[in-house]
């Protein structure tokens, strides 16, 4: 059971380092324009960075992708400060429902946020640039089972 707690508890370090990562850097989208190009939700970068160009129609949702994620990390690092606090105090027998349910509503920021980049910023990084997803928009994908997974964990998970 240790061996459990311990493995989870890596695990969910682990989502919370990529939810950063993933954040932060400026690698959703990389394509060639005469040199690399890369975009993220915050900056486009091509030999220097700038801001990210869009359109009236998509600043919105990418505001929206933006928070989404920034909820996320707050969300993961809440369920991480909560099971520990929980692994400390929980009497023996009970299940870490809390930690669960804030790691699911975890989930859920990451599947707004990834889902609606998906549908709106695909392949956009010039119009005439053929473009691929970048490690960024990957990670967040492998944040969203990887939350999926320790929030099912953590409701099923007994202290004993």
Known sequence: MLVLLAGIFVVHIATVIMLF???????????TYNKTVSSGL??????????????NDDAA???TVQAFMILSIIFS????????????TLEKGKRFYITGIIMLVCWLCILIAVSIYT??????????????HGYCFILAWICFCFSFIIGILYLVLRKK
């Open 77 to 88: 690092v809440i369920a991480l400060v909560v099971f520990i606090a929980q692994l400390f």
């Open 21 to 31: 990562v993933s954040t932060i850097s400026n690698v959703w989208m990389v394509g």
């Open 119 to 132: 549908a709106r910023f695909t392949g956009q990084i010039y119009p005439s640039v053929t473009s691929h």
């Open 61 to 63: 949702s990418l505001k």
């Open 42 to 55: 915050w900056l486009l970068c091509n030999q220097t960075c700038r801001e990210l160009p869009v359109s």
